[in-house]
C-alpha cells in the first residue's frame, strides 16, 4: 500500500473547502473526493451535492481526511460548542482498506483535535459499527434515547 496521510484541518476545513487541497496543501480536487469517498462507502450520507458538502465544511468544528496519494480513502468530522457537547458525524473508510486500523485513526485523531480537548461529553450515532465504536472507546449511554425530527429545509440550495 503506499504511504497513507491523515489530514487534520482547520476548523471549516477552509484548504480543502475552498481549494480542494489534499496532502501537503496541493490541489486534488478534494470537494469531490470527498463526495465519491460518501456516495460509495456511507449508506447515510449519498448524493450529497458539492455545495452542500462545502456547507457541512464550513459548520464542522473538526474535520479529519485521510488520503492515499490523490484519493481520498477515509474522514470524520465533529461539530461542538467546545465545552459541554461534540457530536461525531460521516465517519468512514473506503471499504477496500476498511479492517486496516484506520477508522481507529481517523476517531482518534477527531478525539485528540485540541477544539474537543476540554468538551465534557462527545456523542454518536451509528446504525451498523457499534462494535467498532465499543472498541475505539465508546460506551452504550444506559438510561438515553436518540429522538429526532426532520428540519423544516435540510437542504442549502
Ligand atoms: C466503521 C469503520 C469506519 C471502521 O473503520 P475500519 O478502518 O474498518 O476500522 P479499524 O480497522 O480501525 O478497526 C478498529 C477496531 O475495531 C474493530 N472493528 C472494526 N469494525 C468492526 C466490526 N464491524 N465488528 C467488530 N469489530 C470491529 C477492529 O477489529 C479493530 O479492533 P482491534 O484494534 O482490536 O483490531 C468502517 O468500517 C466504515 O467506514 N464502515 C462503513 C461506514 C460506516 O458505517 N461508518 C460508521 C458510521 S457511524
Do not use: C
Amino acid at each position: 500500500m503506499t504511504s497513507i496521510r491523515l489530514i487534520k484541518h482547520a476548523p471549516g476545513a477552509p484548504g480543502l473547502r475552498i481549494f480542494g487541497l489534499g496532502p501537503q496543501m496541493q490541489p486534488a480536487k478534494g470537494i469531490l473526493k470527498l463526495k465519491e469517498l460518501l456516495d460509495k462507502h456511507a449508506f447515510w450520507a449519498k448524493d450529497r451535492s458539492p455545495k452542500e458538502l462545502r456547507h457541512l465544511l464550513a459548520q464542522s468544528t473538526v474535520v479529519i481526511s485521510l488520503w492515499s496519494d490523490k484519493r481520498m480513502i477515509g474522514f470524520g468530522r465533529a461539530t461542538s460548542d467546545g465545552l459541554y457537547r461534540a457530536v461525531l458525524w460521516d465517519i468512514v473508510v473506503a471499504r477496500d482498506l476498511q479492517g486496516l486500523g484506520l477508522g481507529r485513526k481517523v476517531v482518534d485523531a477527531l478525539l485528540s483535535a485540541h477544539a474537543l480537548k476540554k468538551v465534557e461529553k462527545i456523542y454518536l450515532m451509528t446504525t451498523y459499527s457499534t462494535e467498532f465504536y465499543l472498541e475505539v472507546g465508546f460506551k452504550k449511554i444506559q438510561g438515553q434515547q436518540v429522538l429526532v425530527t426532520n428540519g423544516n429545509e435540510y437542504r442549502t440550495s
